[in-house]
């Protein structure tokens, strides 16, 4: 472990904390952060970054960053997603130290303590990880699987219940932030860059105000993510499966043609013919989907497009942004 100097005396905690129409709950966060922060850290900014919300959230960041020199904003031109959202607060904190946490107080910032004093320790990553108490019985369920089929796939260990609650030494973030994909899967990313990382539990905590962004959509396709962004397995499946049936065939061709010389009766065809080319013809549409996904990759990727675009932030109104390009 690396023993370098984290919280120093002028050590600087950067919390950065991504919102999208959060405007009901900001006010009890930054009384509850302004509450706890001073005694977890000797200097600390709180760094909202409004994801293009539509609703007074904007207005009442700035009223917090008016009020109170601690906080800072970062406003993107719309709605980039929490990827996005997260990425743009990393590269704005300056942070020696930078936590990453929720606005709805789902995260809950007394375990800053525990995590920045962990952090001291000589860990570059702390994470806290929740049980999953209140979820669905069937949310929960599907989680557990799919954490396991993931470990399964991808080269990155990533486990159930660790989200972005997080806090990292300055050069675990420039780890990240040297990361430049533009299709951004946070857990694996986190994973990714390794380093020394500790874990601490805690019991699930039910959202304070407004409504979760997840729906069952946006979940499936945070799935897929997951499991495209960090390998190639799927392709290969497709290859080990491509072999097998094609082999398969095969052998079932020389079966019939020895079949019918030996016993000189027609091979009845029908029913094998449609189970070939339905077998087939599903395989090929999953992979040709399977490789279009890839595809899809590439062309994003090779746009270079920037991760977000910046339209306001508490230093400046004026100028547009461009970041993390
Ligand atoms: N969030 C964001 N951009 C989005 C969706 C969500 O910045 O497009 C923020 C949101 O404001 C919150 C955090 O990401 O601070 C987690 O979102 P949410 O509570 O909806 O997710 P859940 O806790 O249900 O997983
Ligand atoms: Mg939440």
């Given at each position: 472990m690396g023993g370098f100097p984290v919280l120093g005396e002028r050590m600087r905690l950067s919390v950065v904390v991504p919102c999208f129409n959060e405007e009901n709950g900001l006010a009890s966060l930054h009384e509850v952060l302004a509450d706890v922060l001073p005694s977890v850290a000797p200097d600390f900014e709180i760094l909202l970054v409004?994801?293009?919300?539509?609703?007074g959230t904007l207005a009442k960041m700035r009223a917090l960053a008016a009020s109170d020199p601690r906080v800072r904003f970062v406003a993107l031109s719309?709605?980039?997603?929490k990827e996005s959202a997260m990425l743009a607060g990393l590269s704005e904190a300056k942070g020696d130290a930078v936590a990453i946490m929720d606005a709805?107080?789902?995260?809950?910032?007394?375990?800053l303590r525990r995590m920045i004093g962990l952090l001291e320790t000589g860990y570059d990553q702390v994470v806290a990880r929740r049980d999953r108490?209140?979820?669905g019985r069937m949310r929960s369920l599907i989680s557990k699987t799919y954490y396991r089929t993931m470990n399964r796939l991808v080269d990155v260990r990533l486990r159930d219940g660790?989200?972005?609650f997080r806090v990292l030494t300055r050069r675990a973030v420039d780890a990240l932030l040297s990361?430049?994909?533009?299709?951004?899967f946070s857990k694996g990313l986190f994973a990714w860059i390794g380093f020394d990382t500790a874990v601490i539990d805690y019991q699930n905590v039910q959202r304070q105000a407004g409504s979760s962004k997840w729906t069952f959509g946006k979940l499936l396709n945070y799935g897929i993510d997951g499991v495209v962004s960090f390998n190639n397995r799927p392709l290969r499946l497709a290859i080990y499966l491509g072999l097998l049936v094609t082999l398969l065939a095969f052998g079932y061709a020389g079966y019939v043609v020895v079949d019918v010389l030996a016993s000189g009766v027609d091979a009845p065809g029908y029913a094998t013919l449609m189970v070939g080319v339905a077998g087939l013809g599903g395989l090929q549409l999953l992979f040709l989907g399977v490789m279009g996904e890839y595809v899809g990759r590439i062309y994003y990727e090779s746009?270079?497009?920037?991760h977000f675009l910046v339209k306001e932030t508490s230093d400046t109104r004026v100028s547009v942004v461009a970041g993390a390009e």
């Open positions: 409004d994801d293009g919300s539509t609703d719309r709605n980039f997603g709805d107080l789902q995260h809950p910032p007394e375990l108490k209140g979820d660790e989200g972005d990361l430049r994909e533009y299709n951004r746009k270079r497009r920037p």
